[in-house]
């Protein structure tokens, strides 16, 4: 595990988030959008729908038909427009207006699961919840033997055991990043990964 933390590391520093935010209310709506999109997908369409409802309190009373217009292209439009309203009127009537710090509180948000809750936590607050454990995650953490579950909740209990708690969420984007470059869930470009060394993947191309 040191050595996998190390070679990501030397590969990904300055490892971030891809979702485009400027603060924790901003990141929530896009985490919540990004579910079955592209983190590009999430970022075209989420400045116009930032632009007019800048805040948790205006998003609540928007013109759902509206809001679904402008996240259409994200998919599962309907859905998503009634979590995201619904976590910005939960967020204004029971938090102040600010997204909350804690697990616990997080998930009573309308739309939002473990997954979301730690991308929030650890990228707008700092805070390690836990391990975002999204598709590359999984496969990556299969692949190099760090979980033999297919669960995301259990790979993401197996990961906290070995990695370090202050690692936690560079770790999460480091592997992300490292799935959409190299570690490819069709053709893993094993050559070109400073980890094939570590790696007994069985499919692995090289």
């Avoid at 729908?49 to 309907?78: C, W």
């Avoid at 910005?88 to 029971?94: D, H, M």
């Avoid at 804690?102 to 990228?123: Q, Y």
């Amino acid at each position: 595990m040191r050595a996998i933390l190390a070679g990501l590391d030397r590969a990904y520093p300055d490892a971030t988030c891809a979702l485009h935010h400027r603060d924790a209310f901003e990141l929530l709506v896009a985490t919540i959008l990004s579910a079955q999109s592209t983190d590009v997908g999430v970022n075209k369409a989420t400045p116009a729908l930032f632009a007019k409802y800048p805040t948790p309190e205006k998003l609540a009373h928007a013109n759902p038909l509206d809001v679904e217009q402008m996240i259409h292209s994200t998919g599962f439009f309907r859905n998503k427009t009634k979590s995201i309203m619904g976590a910005g009127k939960k967020i204004a009537e029971e938090f102040g207006g600010k997204v909350p710090k804690t697990m616990e509180e997080m998930l009573t948000l309308p739309g939002v699961a473990r997954k979301t809750a730690n991308v929030v936590l650890g990228t707008a607050y700092g805070i390690p919840s836990g391990v975002v454990v999204d598709t590359h995650v999984q496969r990556l953490s299969q692949r190099l033997d760090l979980s033999k579950n297919d669960d995301p909740k259990k790979i993401e209990q197996d990961l906290m055991g070995i990695i370090p708690q202050e690692k936690w969420i560079l770790f999460s984007h480091q592997l992300i990043w490292h799935g959409r470059r190299v570690c490819q869930a069709r053709k893993p470009r094993c050559l070109e990964c400073n980890l094939e060394k570590l790696c007994y993947s069985k499919d692995k191309t090289a």
